[in-house]
């Protein structure tokens, strides 16, 4: 059981907008730590996709975004693309752990 | 160009001590601003973050792994390493290396190897 839950699988048509929450507690997002979220497509490893809640580094599509409030973070994709089709996770900072933590990650698939 | 590459034996036997090296090229492990980690991904399976090690030598463990961990470093060489003593068949997984910060994300990655615990 990840300490960040994640829906397992999202889907969107080639053009769509989808979300993906990360919805965590009051020792990780809800203490104001960051969320960072990751694309990892299939054999590879993970990517920084987002960072500092909503950044982007650079080379990252402007198609991709993240947002926070509360105890929760979303990562919203718009104009789906088949490339985007990966696993995406979520991931923070958690005082009670004193560690770092991932969501369970989330499976787009691109219909 | 700033790499992180891992290192280290493919097959481990049950009860045995997983060892990993990561080796970093493009920068410093003694660089102030930043941490070096750790992190596992079991087949078909999501991230688990294992311990991170900061320049002056301060670890940071996973707490569900905290007795079975140990993460050094050797500035002189520029890599950091991982042991995981007392192995079982639920320690197979690709492990990764990677950079990040206090408060920002793990970036970059190493490309992973994989490690199987089997007799």
């Known amino acids: 059981q990840s300490v960040l839950t994640q829906p397992p699988s999202v889907s969107g048509a080639p053009g769509q907008r989808v979300t993906i929450s990360c919805t965590g507690s009051?020792?990780?997002?809800?203490?104001?730590?960051?969320v960072h979220w990751y694309q990892q497509l299939p054999g590879t490893a993970p990517k920084l996709l987002i960072y500092?809640?909503?950044n982007r580094p650079s080379g990252v599509p402007d198609r991709f975004s993240g947002s926070k409030s509360g105890t929760s973070a979303s990562l919203a994709i718009t104009g789906l693309q088949a490339e985007d089709e990966a696993e995406y996770y979520c991931q923070s900072y958690d005082s009670s752990l004193s560690g770092w933590v991932f969501g369970g990650g989330t499976k787009l698939t691109v219909l | 160009q700033l790499q992180l590459q891992e290192s280290g034996p493919g097959l481990v036997k049950p009860s045995e001590t997983l060892s990993l090296t990561c080796t970093v090229s493009g920068t410093s492990i003694s660089d102030s601003s930043y941490l070096w980690g750790w992190i596992r991904q079991p087949p078909g399976k999501g991230l688990e973050w294992i311990g991170t090690?900061?320049?002056?030598?301060?670890?940071y463990y996973n707490p569900s792994l905290k007795s079975r961990i140990t993460i050094s470093m050797d500035t002189s060489k520029n890599q950091f390493s991982l042991n995981l003593r007392s192995v079982t068949a639920a320690d197979t997984a690709v492990f990764y290396c990677a950079r990040h910060g206090y408060v920002s994300g793990f970036d970059p990655w190493g490309q992973g190897t994989l490690v199987t615990v089997s007799s």
């Open positions: 500092g809640n909503n």
């Open positions: 009051s020792s990780n997002i809800g203490a104001a730590y960051d």
């Open positions: 090690i900061y320049y002056t030598g301060s670890t």
